[in-house]
């Protein structure tokens, strides 16, 4: 992940073609619940003017993250899952009759597969990317980019050309599980 970014923007359809591609991440049932805001310009100011107003982007500790000059924010409709798996095909499930029959929201694991699809093809072109979350600003963002309500956000995917100096985040530091650790005994 990438925290510095030189202001340097992408190539004309570059970000479009990384979410074209996130098109092919799985999706349950063949759900089509994952929505994609592409903020370039004017639209990535106004993110970081709603996600880091007043004092905190003068303490914010990553401030060559703001050069990016590309934002994808990753959204999902939970609606839509319910209404696809109500279709007869589907029906048998029992997962149509509302959010609460899934015990593993497939909303948020296919919106996950989206994103990473885009982390990873932004990796193959040789590009910066970071994933990070809306948390408490959703609402606002929403509202700046008229999202309907129904949907959910996953996160929001900054791209970009690295900077030359990363400042590692601290989390680094965490000792990584071996594989023997990651896998169960059968």
Do not use: C
């Not at 639209?43 to 934002?71: C, H, M, Q």
């Not at 948020?108 to 979350?133: C, K, P, T």
């Amino acid at each position: 992940m990438v925290r510095d970014f030189t202001n340097q923007p992408l190539l004309p359809e570059q970000a479009r073609s990384l979410i074209k591609l996130a098109r092919l991440a799985p999706r349950a049932g063949n759900t089509e619940g994952v929505r994609y805001s592409l903020l370039e310009d004017e639209n990535v100011t106004a993110y970081w003017d709603i996600t880091l107003s007043g004092n905190k982007r003068e303490i914010f500790p990553w401030p060559g993250l703001l050069n990016a000059p590309t934002l994808i924010i990753v959204w999902v409709s939970p609606e839509s899952y319910v209404q696809r798996y109500g279709e007869n095909d589907k029906k048998s499930t029992g997962l149509g009759k509302g959010e609460s029959e899934w015990t593993t929201p497939y909303w948020w694991v296919d919106g996950g597969m989206a994103a990473m699809s885009i982390l990873l093809a932004a990796e193959s072109q040789n590009l910066g990317s970071l994933f990070f979350g809306i948390f408490d600003h959703e609402a606002r963002v929403k509202s700046e980019y008229g999202i309907p309500e129904e949907y959910k956000a996953i996160g929001t995917i900054a791209l970009g050309h690295p900077a030359k100096q990363q400042r590692p985040s601290k989390s680094t530091k965490r000792d990584r599980a071996t594989l023997d650790e990651l896998i169960f005994d059968t």
